[in-house]
């Protein structure tokens, strides 16, 4: 018996961003801002959407959609027109914009610095605040003449959301509406065994990884789409287990795991990062705290002139802010959103996701997604309509 595997050129019927967006026939665009520090970052834009009432027009509102940890700007699209926010608010009559952060498929650039050289990734989700959405936005604005937009961000999307609103906090005036699924701030709660196993370790690994020169974190790569394809496509006997990888790091949701989806997702997902992203995070469930990222005593002295690295100033957040949640987020735990709204003041609200077994990959690939989640938020985005 012979069993032949799928070659290489196998996988090149996974479509990209922009085949994805075009073989349903909307419109897209693809576009690059340049951060003050000189990475090179592809956005993907839906100028206009396929309802009537919602073709190509002047002035359209703009709505800017960032992706979270090891992500990219296909979770917005990869489940398609009934379920995905990409297009479901280009039908709405949005212009929308999917950011890439540093490091990412999409965004492995920079105007001198090679993406093989480890001086490329010293950077974590602090340097995606004040570099990465700022020079986005301002982008945006530039090419569309509105200076103001609704913001939807997911997991490491609401992180950086929150640092570029306290630390440059004259970005508050840029923002109509600011939409936070599963937002990440306070992590002192989380379930995540993956986590919860790396944090007590996170000073040794950073000093490990440094010493072995693992600076990029699970890049997207042929053998990642192969493996994907091979464990997680519908007739594949390790389904169970591709989608038990992704529960244990975001808790459990056989109900609305989108299998059919699942090998397209994985062939995008993970997209790649840096290492101190994680190690970052590993940082905040230790600390308790939503702060800077933690060099040790000396490092801190050096960089910020104190043992501790500073926590972030949340009290500078003045847009309005509407926080999306779910019990069974084993990332973003309900108690620590309650702990992130405290601190906001200027909130749309806090909204339970009105499913128990909801989890925080659900929030973008959800079968019931829509139901559960986005027409509530899309309802928000109208109301914050000026």
Not at 184 to 197: E, G, K
Request: glycine share 6%.
């Amino acid at each position: 018996v012979t069993c032949a595997l799928p070659t290489k050129d196998a996988f090149n019927r996974f479509p990209s961003v922009t085949e994805m967006i075009e073989s349903y026939g909307y419109p897209v665009e693809s576009h690059v801002a340049q951060t003050a520090d000189g990475y090179l970052l592809t956005m993907h834009r839906i100028p206009y959407g396929l309802a009537h009432g919602a073709g190509p027009a002047p002035n359209k509102p703009v709505v800017f959609l960032q992706h979270g940890l090891l992500s990219s700007s296909a979770d917005w699209v990869v489940i398609g027109p009934e379920s995905a926010l990409a297009y479901m608010l280009a039908d709405r009559g949005y212009d929308v914009w999917m950011g890439n952060y540093r490091g990412n498929t999409w965004s492995r650039n920079h105007t001198h610095i090679n993406p093989d050289h480890r001086s490329f990734w010293t950077f974590t989700w602090h340097e995606m605040g004040i570099h990465d959405i700022p020079a986005m936005i301002d982008y945006v604005t530039r090419t569309t003449g509105q200076q103001r937009m609704h913001y939807v961000g997911h997991s490491q999307g609401t992180t950086s959301m929150f640092i570029m609103l306290s630390e440059r906090p004259e970005y508050n005036d840029r923002i109509k509406s600011a939409h936070a699924l599963a937002p990440v701030a306070f992590m002192n709660n989380l379930r995540s065994p993956f986590i919860r196993a790396l944090a007590p370790f996170v000073n040794s690994l950073e000093m490990i990884t440094s010493l072995i020169g693992m600076d990029e974190f699970m890049p997207s790569s042929t053998m990642m789409q192969m493996g994907g394809y091979l464990m997680c496509r519908d007739e594949a006997l390790m389904q169970n287990m591709c989608g038990n990888v992704l529960f244990l790091i975001a808790g459990f949701n056989s109900e609305d795991m989108n299998s059919t989806q699942l090998p397209v997702i994985m062939a995008n997902t993970p997209a790649g990062a840096s290492t101190r992203q994680l190690l970052h995070y590993a940082q905040l469930y230790n600390s308790g705290h939503f702060r800077q990222y933690d060099f040790g005593r000396l490092g801190n002295m050096a960089e910020y002139g104190s043992w501790s690295p500073p926590d972030y100033r949340l009290d500078r957040i003045t847009a309005p802010i509407a926080l999306h949640f779910s019990d069974n987020d084993w990332l973003a735990a309900v108690v620590d959103v309650q702990r992130l709204l405290g601190h906001l003041r200027n909130q749309i609200g806090a909204f339970r996701v009105p499913l128990p077994a909801f989890n925080h990959l659900d929030f973008q690939w959800a079968i019931r997604v829509r139901m559960l989640l986005y027409d509530r938020v899309m309802s928000l985005i109208d109301r914050w309509n000026d």
